[in-house]
């Protein structure tokens, strides 16, 4: 059974940094896609950032230059840089991994 576990989240300042991890139990890790997703207060859950099998990227403009995402596969991890962070990226975070969803972990971003 596959089990997604997410974990890093947190208060933090404007312009502060965070990394997120998130764990995949189950499953040939290194075959699937992985992406974080975030829903803030009142809105819909969004797309964050993606990487394929192979490591290529693809981010949302509104966090390109600031998040980077990675992976490593024989750990099983996939992560979430976050830096320069702004009161409109407090959200819930979200890993998937293939079509299996953690629980979320809050970043709150305020002063």
């Known amino acids: 059974q596959v089990q997604v576990v997410e974990s890093g989240g947190g208060l933090v300042q404007p312009g502060g940094s965070l990394r997120l991890s998130c764990t995949a139990s189950?499953?040939?890790?290194?075959?699937?896609?992985m992406s974080w997703y975030r829903q803030g207060p009142g809105k819909q859950r969004e797309l964050v950032a993606e990487?394929?099998?192979?490591?290529?990227?693809n981010y949302a403009d509104s966090v390109k230059g600031r998040f980077t995402i990675s992976r490593e596969n024989a750990k099983k991890m996939l992560y979430l840089q976050m830096n320069n962070l702004k009161p409109e990226d407090t959200a819930v975070y979200y890993c998937?991994?293939?079509?299996?969803w953690g629980q979320g972990t809050q970043v709150p971003v305020s002063s």
């Open positions: 998937r991994y293939s079509s299996y």
């Open positions: 990487i394929t099998a192979g490591g290529t990227t």
């Open positions: 189950g499953g040939i890790f290194r075959i699937y896609g």
